[in-house]
Structures are given as C-alpha cells and as structure tokens.
C-alpha cells in the first residue's frame, strides 16, 4: 500500500469525525462547507505522516489540520511568491524613498529576531525543512510571526 493509499484509508475510517468538526468550523466562521472539508482533507492527506496517536487522539489532529485550514482560508494575503517583482515599479521620487526609508526603520524597531527571520524565510523562499533547519520552528509558525509582525505593523505604518 503507498503512503497515500493509507492516508486516504485513514480518514475514511475517521470521515465522521472530520464532518463533524468542519461542520463547527464552517458554521461558527461563515466558510462554505464543501470547500473547507475539500481543503482539509487534502491537508489531512499531505500531513497525516505527521500524525503520531501516542502524541494525541485523530479529533485533536483534525481539529488542528482544519482550524489552520479555516486560518489561511480567512487570511487574504497574498504569497510573497506569487508576486512578480518584474511588475513592481521602482520610484525615484524621492519623497515615496523616504516613507520606504521610514517604514523600514519602524518595522526594523518593532520586530523581533525572530520576526526578521522569518520575514527573511518567506522572501528567500525556503521550505519547510530549511525553515525548521534554520529558524527552529515550523512553517505555521513562521506564518504566524509574520502575521503578528504584519498586523502590529498596519497600525504604525498606515
């Protein structure tokens, strides 16, 4: 049997509970269900060589595969990576180099080091092995300190 094949044959055998707790997570968020249960099984899919049961109980992982699921759904940011850089103009006026200058000295004085780096791993494109290599942590992790970062830094920068 391939790793797939026995991850798919495990969440048929906990496909009630996968519906059930979607089913919370769309009703108390306004998701479309179908969508968020597609998304969270495919997630469930990619990650279940992850899943130890002596670490925790199936709920508990669904339940965490689909609230970061429903996260990322929610969150409409686009991907550092999806942009194409060949589009953005460069300024030369020299009045928007200076708000570049002084929103780069604010986020500089409002991040952490571990803030800055991970802001660095979404730039340089690392993956998940080299972020967990190099920062220590995880990939939703690193996510979510840019996310902080990004949120604190609205309210300074405008």
């Not at 925790?56 to 965490?64: E, R």
């Not at 699921?69 to 850089?85: E, G, Q, S, W």
């Not at 995880?138 to 840019?146: F, I, K, Q």
Request: net charge negative.
């Amino acid at each position: 049997m391939t790793v797939e094949a026995i991850a798919w044959s495990w969440i048929m055998a906990h496909r009630e509970d996968v519906d059930r707790i979607v089913g919370r997570f769309a009703r108390e968020s306004g998701m479309d269900r179908d969508d968020l249960r597609s998304a969270t099984v495919l997630r469930l899919v990619e990650k279940h060589g992850r899943f130890d049961p002596d670490l925790g109980t199936a709920q508990t992982w669904i339940y965490w595969t689909t609230r970061e699921v429903a996260t990322r759904a929610r969150r409409r940011v686009i991907p550092i990576a999806d942009l194409d850089l060949d589009e953005l103009s460069v300024s030369a006026r020299v009045d928007e180099q200076i708000d570049a200058r002084r929103a780069a000295r604010i986020i500089l004085a409002e991040a952490n080091d571990s803030q800055i780096g991970a802001v660095e791993s979404v730039v340089e494109g690392w993956s998940a092995d080299e972020v967990q290599d190099r920062l220590g942590c995880s990939l939703p992790t690193r996510n979510a300190r840019v996310y902080r970062l990004r949120d604190r830094l609205r309210e300074r920068i405008g």
